[in-house]
């Protein structure tokens, strides 16, 4: 089992890496009523497919205060996906990475605010040193002239990860009162299907014409959401301390891919900062799981 664990979290580093990419390329390349309609479609069907194929007696019933549970993770999910689409094309993929993956910071503070956790030494040294690496990133940010806005991409950025923080927050408490992945897919599920129907009505009543599918939506819209699932699995079968530090890596991988495939140029301060966020990022999840 614990094999299985590993090796859908591998799995899961590929996919979101490769996602990200995606993202950023249709991002620049699509306007955004055709990308949010294709990304929160292509969400719905994903979802949907999954609770059909593990849970289908599910679409028997509909549980409102159920719904109600999930409806914040659901929500910082729908925002979040419209700010990562800005933040990847504004500002270098591989600087916006690294810092919507640090989410771990947010959350240790949440447990220290709201679950009255105890924070050691080591982890607020940590977090110091991601926050300064991406301040640092930001100020170096305001002389780059390979993003157009690339101030502004680090800010979404940011949001993003506070979104992400919160939604793992919120997701973490939903399990704690014995709900399942697949009712969290399945309400996913019915959100996406009918905000993509709203986003083919903007697009229906104004000048912007429906895009077709083609080889470029179906990267950048598909291959996160999958990730996403993957991601529930290897939490399944495997231990969570070995499972999350791999499945982090997703950001690693980015940095390299926008290099070679994005042809980003990261400078050397860019680098530092850009591994000390990831090292200190990969050392919180660790830390958290262990303690």
Partial sequence: ?????????????????????????????????????????????????VVLIFRASLFTSFDFDHFLVFLPIIACDLVGSYVINIAASNGKLSVVSP????????????????????????????SLIITVSIVLLALKQKKSKTAPKPVKGIIFAVCYMLL?????????SAYIGDFSMFELYYYKGIVYFFTSILFMMIVGVTPVKLKKLNKDILWGCCVTPMGNVLNSFALTFGNMIIV????????????FLSRKVLKEKVSLKESICISLILLCTIALIILGLIN
């Fill in 244 to 255: 999350t530090p791999i499945s982090s890596m997703y950001s690693v991988l980015t940095n």
């Fill in 99 to 126: 810092i919507m993956a640090s989410y771990p910071i947010v959350d240790i503070f949440l447990g220290i605010i709201i679950l009255k956790e105890k924070i050691g030494v080591l982890e607020i040294v940590l």
């Fill in 1 to 49: 089992m614990m094999f299985l664990g590993i090796f859908f979290a591998i799995l899961v580093a590929i996919f979101w890496s490769i996602g990200e990419i995606g993202y950023s390329r249709l991002a620049k390349s699509l306007d955004r009523a055709n990308t949010y309609l294709h990304q929160y479609l292509a969400r719905s069907i994903i979802y949907l497919l």
């Fill in 164 to 172: 992400v923080a919160f939604s793992v927050f919120f997701e973490k």
